[in-house]
């Protein structure tokens, strides 16, 4: 049979009460304060609910993971919408938009679900992210950079290429084959 707990004394109840009251102060104070990292709005327009969720938490995870890397917090009005393509004269990955409006500037990072029919991964979707993070983030410092461009794109072989590669079918009639003679006679 277990123990029984002996009951906390008046003293401690009133310390546990004081505990619990100072770190309700404190945490309302910190996030008034604003030393709590503001989250970036991010809105993905599609119905799948679960898919949205999902793609929503992804996102905001490589937010918070850009911010601490950059070393800066993204400028102040930015919003995150994902939609299925975005159209201009070609289909792109992601791109941002900084409008100033009544001396606000406001930045809008656009993310394409969707590039010329091929359905990005969660991958491509946060490196279009990172990208646009960046771009945004030194465009807004005024400091100057340089892109230096790595490409990478696999070249794929020609079709005779890709064909010769495969070995001919071992069960597949031969048109020299004596056997097979036989048999078509």
């Given at each position: 049979?277990?123990?029984?707990?002996?009951?906390?004394?008046?003293?401690?109840?009133?310390?546990?009460?004081?505990?619990?009251?100072?770190?309700?102060?404190?945490?309302?104070?910190?996030?008034?304060?604003?030393?709590?990292?503001?989250?970036?709005p991010?809105?993905?327009?599609?119905?799948?609910?679960?898919?949205?969720?999902?793609?929503?938490?992804?996102?905001h995870?490589?937010?918070?993971?850009?911010?601490?890397?950059?070393?800066?917090?993204?400028?102040?009005?930015?919003?995150?919408?994902?939609?299925?393509?975005?159209?201009t004269?070609?289909?792109?990955?992601?791109?941002?938009?900084?409008?100033?409006?009544?001396?606000?500037?406001?930045?809008?990072?656009?993310l394409?679900?969707?590039?010329?029919?091929?359905?990005?991964?969660?991958?491509?979707?946060?490196?279009?992210?990172?990208?646009?993070?960046?771009?945004?983030?030194?465009?807004?410092s005024?400091?100057?950079?340089?892109?230096?461009?790595?490409?990478?794109?696999?070249?794929?072989?020609?079709?005779?290429?890709?064909?010769?590669?495969?070995?001919?079918?071992?069960?597949?009639?031969?048109?020299?084959?004596?056997?097979?003679?036989?048999?078509?006679?």
């Amino acid at each position: 049979m277990p123990r029984r707990q002996p009951r906390p004394t008046r003293g401690a109840r009133w310390l546990r009460a004081l505990h619990g009251c100072v770190t309700t102060v404190a945490h309302w104070l910190w996030r008034r304060l604003g030393f709590r990292q503001r989250r970036i709005p991010v809105e993905v327009l599609i119905a799948d609910r679960n898919r949205r969720r999902t793609l929503e938490r992804e996102l905001h995870a490589g937010i918070n993971r850009l911010q601490r890397v950059l070393g800066i917090p993204l400028p102040p009005h930015v919003a995150v919408v994902v939609q299925q393509v975005i159209r201009t004269d070609r289909q792109l990955a992601g791109c941002y938009q900084v409008s100033s409006a009544g001396g606000v500037r406001c930045s809008l990072i656009r993310l394409a679900l969707e590039v010329n029919g091929k359905r990005l991964t969660i991958d491509e979707l946060l490196a279009a992210l990172a990208e646009q993070c960046i771009g945004l983030t030194t465009q807004e410092s005024g400091g100057t950079a340089v892109v230096v461009p790595v490409e990478f794109e696999p070249v794929e072989p020609p079709a005779e290429a890709r064909l010769r590669a495969f070995r001919p079918d071992p069960l597949a009639a031969q048109t020299g084959d004596p056997f097979y003679h036989q048999q078509a006679v």
